[in-house]
């Protein structure tokens, strides 16, 4: 993509309606960015986009459309910016695009858009908050918006109801977690096409944390293998580490260690190939822990 396209649009804008970089910047960004962005040296976030838009006196979308770019679809990219920051854990930043997408007519005229940041806000408040009644409340809300049982489920829908299972199973509820879950899988029964291919992983992740809670360890990696072969497979790398660590956790708790120590040790070659630095110092201590047992019979 051609990036100088939107930059100087976005000078040429703000020129128009006598701006400073650093006053189009205010409350948005640093004016050090707005330069970049004019230069054509980066590609301002969707949110940011927006907000720019804003100042500026356009529909956000006439920079979708301009020269020669590709149309991007507006909504389409927040959604992708909130699914990377959902996935890395980046929770303060992912409601900070929330509370700007809750003012924007795009998302507010739209039962879908409503539903991806009714949603988002729901994973907010569970996990930064700690608010487990209002993130429920918010997961149904969002849920009842498209919700049809007479239609097969979209993937947003199962992504919600993994996230009700999740706070369920949170809650040490493990039967309508498992209720939860058994809808997705369903839903993926009947599902000719998954886009998001790591919903599956999800799924079968879950599962196995609930069955190695049940104590039914087998089970747990039953689930935790098929979803590694899964991933191999569509060649989608979401929480592989994470797959073979349980997998090991689970023969640990069997007292299968020597089966084990393989799992710990590809979970973290894996994490290392991703550079996920918050999950190596824990699992390189479990690795210790785990040589231990095994050299103590």
Sequence with gaps: MDYSVIGKKIKELRKGVRLTQGELAEGICTQALISRMEKGDIYPSATALYQ???????????????????????????????????????????????KVEEKNPLFTQTDTNVQLLLWHRA?????????????????????ELTYNNKKALSEREMEILLSLGVIYFSEEKYEEALDYYKQVKNGLNASKQLHDKAIKTRLLYNIARLYTRLGRYKE?????????????NEENMYALGHLHYHVGYNYELLEQNDKALPYFEKAILIFELQDEHVYLDYLRKRKEELLLKIQNG
């Excluded at 429920?136 to 849920?143: D, I, K, M, N, P």
């Design 220 to 232: 747990s990696n039953e689930n935790c293998k098929e979803a590694i072969r899964w991933s191999i």
């Design 123 to 143: 994973i907010y408040t569970q996990e930064v908050l700690k608010d487990r009644k209002s993130a429920l409340s918010l997961l149904h809300e969002a849920l």
């Design 52 to 98: 720019i838009s804003k100042k500026l006196g356009v529909d956000v979308n006439y920079f979708f459309e301009i020269g020669t770019t590709p149309r991007l679809d507006y909504v389409q990219e927040v959604e992708r910016q909130l699914r990377k920051l959902r996935v890395k854990h980046h929770y303060e930043e992912m409601i900070d695009i929330v």
